[in-house]
T-cell receptor, first 109, second 115 residues
Framework: GQNIDQPTEMTATEGAIVQINCTYQ??????LFWYQQHAGEAPTFLSY??LDGLEEKGRFSSFLSRSKGYSYLLLKELQMKDSASYLC??????????WGAGTKLIIKP | IAGITQAPTSQILAAGRRMTLRCTQD?????MYWYRQDLGLGLRLIHY???????GKGEVPDGYSVSRANTDDFPLTLASAVPSQTSVYFC??????????????FGPGTRLTVL
């Protein structure tokens, strides 16, 4: 079956760095997405990786290793507004997104 | 309209009633999707449409139906609601379904409670 695993919850301190991991097993691979979802709101797109390596976008970076079925989202210089759930999703061979349950990130001052 | 709108925002429904959740996008996207989001679970695809006039079943289609008469609208119908359909429903769209890298844009969601 298809499976996306990510930690349920993480806590970090304002100004620090946090890494959210995602491992996956899917039928085919057409890229991996990270979305941010604030409580009570819709998911919003953060990043997309299809090739191995690191993609940097401001304070956020995303890494992919296809051979290991592994990705991480790195958030630097954490701000209180980064408190949200972070969703990992893999596009399978049918171009459908398979979603992880999300990681709730709590930022403490 | 900017992006994707959904209606209603929330709804409490008696079991056995019929309900249609509305979704409209103004981005001229070809593909549209309906997901449900339940606590502790990832977003699960209910139905999708790769282009106007076509629809397909996702991971959890039972008890739901959709139609795609035009590019902009993608309503989701619960023919006879049951309590297990209590969830938050998100509509999404993307420029193309059959290409990697096309991000999905989400509507604000409909919170549905079936009693």
């Amino acid at each position: 079956g298809q499976n996306i695993d990510q930690p349920t919850e993480m806590t970090a301190t304002e100004g620090a760095i946090v890494q959210i991991n995602c491992t996956y097993q899917t039928s085919g691979f057409n890229g991996l997405f990270w979305y941010q979802q604030h409580a009570g709101e819709a998911p919003t797109f953060l990043s997309y990786n299809v090739l191995d390596g690191l993609e940097e976008k401001g304070r956020f970076s995303s890494f992919l290793s296809r051979s290991k079925g592994y990705s991480y989202l790195l958030l630097k210089e954490l701000q209180m507004k980064d408190s949200a759930s972070y969703l990992c999703a893999v596009m399978d061979s049918n171009y459908q997104l398979i979603w992880g349950a999300g990681t709730k990130l709590i930022i403490k001052p | 309209i900017a992006g994707i709108t959904q209606a209603p925002t929330s709804q409490i429904l008696a079991a056995g009633r019929r309900m249609t959740l509305r979704c409209t996008q103004d981005m001229r996207h070809n593909a549209m999707y309906w997901y449900r989001q339940d606590l502790g679970l990832g977003l699960r695809l209910i139905h999708y449409s790769n282009t106007a006039g076509t629809t397909g079943k996702g991971e959890v289609p039972d008890g739901y139906s959709v139609s795609r008469a035009n590019t902009d609208d993608f309503p989701l119908t619960l023919a006879s609601a049951v309590p297990s359909q209590t969830s938050v429903y998100f509509c999404a769209s993307s420029d193309s379904a059959l290409a990697g890298g096309n991000e999905q844009f989400f509507g604000p969601g409909t919170r549905l409670t079936v009693l």
